[in-house]
């Protein structure tokens, strides 16, 4: 044959082979253990696609070998039930496999097979647990072989994804059923189904030992912006009473499992890494269970290590300073119940160096605070001075020299160079300058350039200086400031709840004014039968309690409309006194007054200030606010003291 031959000879083939009609394919019965492999064969041996293909399950056989007997053992389907044992699926030595005998044939065309929901599996990572979702479906019509359709779709799919058929799915049939029984009764299946069809058994992970020590977890290195904080290096380390201080876990054995497709899971021997011998003072309990050993503290304190692993609570420390080279900042919180004191006095060195935090319950200071440093406390000592930019506060609070600022409930200073005081009761020594807003304040002896601001209670036992400032001033506490501001809002919020109802009652009045006169003729026609020994028609009696119902709501809104009305009346009236209280405030000088100090008074309502200048060597004991008329307010002043 010759070149030419050839190449006709090849396209003549390739028109044969482009007309040659695939064969007409039917059906096959085959038994393997592997359908997907079967269906690609018959696929490829037809010239068809294997999505062309589909196949019906004619039996399921399943065997085991457990490593007692030779070869494999067949379970018939009324011993299947052993699957279910734990005992017997944790086996390590068990094998399982299914073999299926099948009958494929090729996809029956949409339109002559019954219709079925779209139903897709899914399962956990590991395939212990196979889920069936079905998607509601509309069109989806009852026809009496739907429950065992659905069934043989799902093992179908399950065959196809390796998982076994029979074994560990009592859920399926249950489920189905309740599917098929809604899709009868409603007519279509209306919802979204997901149940589990396989289940075995999940492994339960080991559990490695570890040790714990819940206290260090408290030094938090971070500021609020994520940058590292190199000065809270956790030096005390606080705890609460009965708080976990330390915790051993305990390693645990895991559990192997076996999933849906019959493998083994098998878990790793747990990991004992932490385990040491602890040792604890009297102020530390141990509690053991079969799972941990926790250390629990008996009382509030910091955690100490005397030697290695041996732990006890202290409540009191001292150390010479608190700086960034020997401590950081400590915070062990103001409940912690901890006692610090540092010991440097030396005038020419911070006690406390700059920018340092300290949180505690008690703190006794013998030198100076630095610039910039924190301290929160509940009971202080400072036996130096603070720098103008350090910021306190204490519940109670004992200083020599004040510059910086200090917030706190009871507050004693022997000298004020220019700092700020905020407090309820704050009583100072000498001040020199400077700003105090409280309740109550005494100054044993003032010079000049001071702003005092009070809500009840000036005292000077002697006045040495001017340009100070007095201001009684109701609103510079919290406490005032938080009752004006909640009697405020509960005006505010019963004017809201009040304002519709007027409206409301006179709708309602008219309406009753409007039915009376009807509701009247029902009365009388009522009454006439009545007299004529006939039975009043429930129509007419139910319109008479019609109008009685609503007559009674009527009062009901009316009498709660006045009481109401009265709250709102007392709610002002409280305000009111609450306001006043500024007329009970006192500004006391034991002393002679200078030149050139001012006096004031802050009314709230209306807001008005009155205030006064004092004039040298005036003999004015005590200063009050009184209202001389309507809208009129002075400066009452007195050479003698109230009682």
Sequence with gaps: MGLFDKIIGDKSSEVDTQQEE???????????????????????????????????????????????????????????????????????????????????????????????????????????????????????????????????????????AGVFVGVNDANL????????????????????????????????????????????????????????????????????????????????????????????????EPKVQHEVAISVSENITKKEDEDRIKYISKKSGYVTEISPNSFDIDDQMEIDEIS????????????????????????????????????????????????????????????GQTHKTSTIYAKEAHIVTHRGEITGEVISIDRLEGGKVIGDIVEIKQVIGGEIIAKSVLIDELVSNATIIASERIEIKELKGNNNKFLIDPTVTKEFNEQIEKINQEIKDLKIRLKPIPTQLDDRKRLIDKTKPTVNMVKEKIEELKNDGKTPPVTLVGKIKEFQLMVNNYNEMLKNYKEQKAKLQDLNSDLDEVQLKVFTAKIINHSPWLEFNEIKFKLISPPTEISYNTKDHEIVREMMLKQVGDGQYKIERSSEYSS
């Design 22 to 160: 695939k064969p007409d394919f039917k059906s096959i019965i085959v038994e393997s253990e592997n359908i997907p492999r079967e269906l690609k064969s018959v696929a490829v041996a037809n010239k068809l696609r294997v999505d062309e293909l589909d196949f019906k399950i004619l039996k399921v056989k399943t065997l085991y070998s457990d490593g007692k007997e030779e070869g494999w053992i067949e379970v018939d389907d009324a011993k299947l039930k052993m699957f279910d044992s734990e005992d017997f699926l944790l086996n390590e030595n068990l094998k399982i496999k299914q073999s299926f005998k099948v009958d494929i044939h090729k996809k029956i065309d949409e339109e002559e097979r019954p219709k079925l929901p779209d139903i897709t599996l899914s399962g956990n990572k590991l395939l212990t647990r196979i889920i069936a979702n079905i998607k509601k479906d509309l069109h989806l019509k009852y026809f009496s072989q739907l429950e065992a359709s659905i069934i043989e779709e799902i093992n179908k799919k399950k065959i196809k």
């Design 173 to 268: 049939q249950r489920e189905v059923k309740k599917i098929v029984a809604g899709v009868r009764v409603n007519g279509v299946l209306s919802e979204d189904h997901s149940f589990i069809v396989s289940q075995c058994i999940d492994p339960i992970a080991p559990i490695n030992d570890d040790l714990i020590y819940h206290y260090k977890k408290k030094i938090k290195k971070e500021d609020a912006h994520g940058r590292v904080d190199y000065s809270r290096r956790g030096y005390i380390l606080a705890v609460d009473e009965n708080e976990c201080v330390i915790e051993y876990i305990k390693a645990k054995k895991g559990k192997a499992g076996r999933n849906c497709q019959g493998k083994y899971l098998a878990v790793a």
């Design 324 to 383: 960034f080279r020997s401590t950081g900042s400590i915070e062990t919180s103001m409940s912690s119940n901890v006692k610090i004191n540092i010991k440097e006095a030396d005038t020419l060195k911070d006690a406390i160096g700059p920018g340092m935090s300290v949180e505690t319950s008690e703190l006794n200071v013998d030198g100076n605070v630095g610039s910039g440093a924190k301290i929160k406390v509940n009971k202080l000592q400072i036996g």
